[in-house]
């Protein structure tokens, strides 16, 4: 059993390969943790993990960059059906399309588009950073014994623009910032969140450890 | 052109000065790595922190929190404040900081910038801080007699890596970089020049990808993005589309 977490030059992916150790042993849930830039272990993987950072044509740049990668995450989600998480632009990238200034190509496995978070109130600052509780819109296996609403836990966002579901039953929870996020999507065997679960302490790891055992 | 955002310790925090005034200072983050993190976060590849107590001591004082910082990003850190011997500058460089910034030293000991630029090709900046046309040092407590001009000729054979040109009355207060300033020093001397003190908005970013700007290495950017006047991503996607020009 292996979880390949897929690098392609989006930032360091040593904490989040930390936290999917970390959770891995903790949970009982032992899986290797591969991080990878080879499309041939994302194809032999079980799971995958698909993180980013920064902007998004950049992360779809960089998935091109690499022969044959797209076709392995094709491959094994759409048509495997492996567990996927999408973090942060690795989430977004799930979309149809992404709007960060110009209009780039997602991967299209939700419908949708990332788009400019717009808070309501002008003092709230971009990009969006800090901890927010989320609030449930449909249950989901990865929420699974997770303490969620206003009282619940908090989750760590660093972001400037959101993935708007077109459809709403992909939308798993949102987070307030002067109007409600989209912070967790979900659809099948894809889940992502616009948060960072490997900085997201307790709520992060018990997310993580549920999508270990994910059986979707 | 690479836009570095900034870190400025204090007693472990990371604050932002107004020109240079301990006594004005703002926590901006009580946790400095998270900080760091967010930068990277936002898609910066490169950093710059300054060690703001080391530059009064003349020796290392925020330790730990450089430390910290470098375990938990994969940026491209330049580092200042209290680097004043070849010990620092080696042992900074051996924890993994990128590039180390040797400021009041440059002014009073040239040498230590030779040698130590010398030993680490490629990883020795020299930040000259500029009060009224002249180099402010100790923390921008004091101020020499040498222009800024005078001490980059001194190091410019010595293969310093770059110049950190700050204007002193212009850091934290958000007026904008002295761009005038910077790009004749840069037009003067064979070492790229970085721009600091007073980056405002988007429109110090668009004037720093103007032609007339094109020795300089880049900017520095503090209070502006921490306020959010500067928005990091419409930045660094003007930056890239201005190299995918090139």
Redesign the interface.
């Known amino acids: 059993m292996s979880v390949a977490i897929v690098d392609y030059g989006s930032?360091?992916l040593?904490?989040a390969a930390k936290a999917f150790e970390r959770a891995a042993r903790e949970s009982g849930h032992e899986q290797l943790i591969v991080v990878t830039s080879e499309p041939e272990k994302v194809a032999s993987s079980e799971r995958v993990v698909l993180p980013g950072?920064?902007?998004f044509?950049?992360c779809r740049r960089g998935l091109d960059e690499i022969p044959g990668m797209i076709d392995a995450l094709e491959e094994s989600v759409r048509k495997g059906a492996k567990p996927f998480f999408g973090i942060?632009v690795g989430m977004q990238l799930m979309a149809e399309r992404g709007r960060?200034?110009q209009v780039t190509p997602g991967l299209g496995w939700i419908a949708g588009e990332v788009d400019r978070i717009t808070p309501t109130d002008p003092n709230l600052?971009?990009?969006h950073?800090g901890w927010n509780t989320l609030n449930l819109l449909k249950t989901h296996p990865l929420l699974e014994d997770i303490p969620l609403g206003p009282d619940g836990l908090h989750a760590y966002f660093?972001h400037?623009?959101e993935l708007k579901p077109a459809q709403r039953s992909d939308l798993v929870a949102q987070a307030d910032y002067g109007g409600p996020l989209t912070a967790i999507v979900g659809r099948d065997n894809m889940v992502g969140t616009q948060f960072?679960p490997e900085?997201s302490q307790r709520l992060g790891l018990k997310l993580i450890a549920n999508f270990l055992k994910w059986a979707p | 052109m690479i836009l570095f955002p900034a870190i400025d310790l204090k007693e472990g925090l990371a604050v932002r000065l107004q020109q240079g005034d301990m006594a004005r200072a703002t926590v901006f983050h009580r946790d400095p790595a998270a900080q760091a993190?967010?930068f990277?976060?936002?898609?910066f590849k490169h950093l710059h922190v300054v060690d703001l107590d080391g530059a009064f001591a003349g020796k290392p004082m925020n330790v730990t929190a450089v430390e910290r910082i470098l375990e938990?990003?994969?940026?491209c850190v330049q580092l200042g404040g209290g680097i004043r011997d070849m010990a620092t500058v080696a042992g900074w460089l051996e924890k993994g900081v990128n590039r180390v910034i040797i400021g009041t030293a440059a002014v009073r000991n040239p040498a230590l910038v030779k040698e130590a630029a010398r030993t680490f090709p490629k990883r020795v900046a020299v930040g000259l801080d500029a009060r009224d046309g002249k180099v402010a040092v100790q923390g921008w407590a004091e101020t020499s007699e040498l222009s800024a001009l005078e001490i980059a000729r001194r190091v410019e054979d010595a293969g310093v890596a770059a110049i950190i040109y700050t204007d002193v009355t212009r850091d934290g207060m958000l007026k904008g970089l002295n761009l005038d300033a910077t790009i004749a020093l840069a037009e003067a001397i064979s070492i790229p020049v970085i721009a600091s003190g007073g980056l405002a908005s988007i429109d110090d970013i668009k004037a720093l990808l103007e032609p007339r700007a094109r020795k300089l290495e880049g900017a520095i950017a503090g209070r502006a993005l921490y306020?959010?006047r500067l928005?990091?991503?419409?930045a660094?996607?003007l930056i890239?589309d201005a190299r995918a020009a090139v």
Do not use: W
């Open positions: 930032g360091n040593h904490s950072v920064g902007a044509a950049d942060c960060e200034y600052k971009i990009p950073m660093v400037s623009f960072h900085k | 993190e967010a990277e976060l936002q898609g938990t990003v994969g940026l306020d959010g928005d990091a991503s419409e660094l996607k890239r």
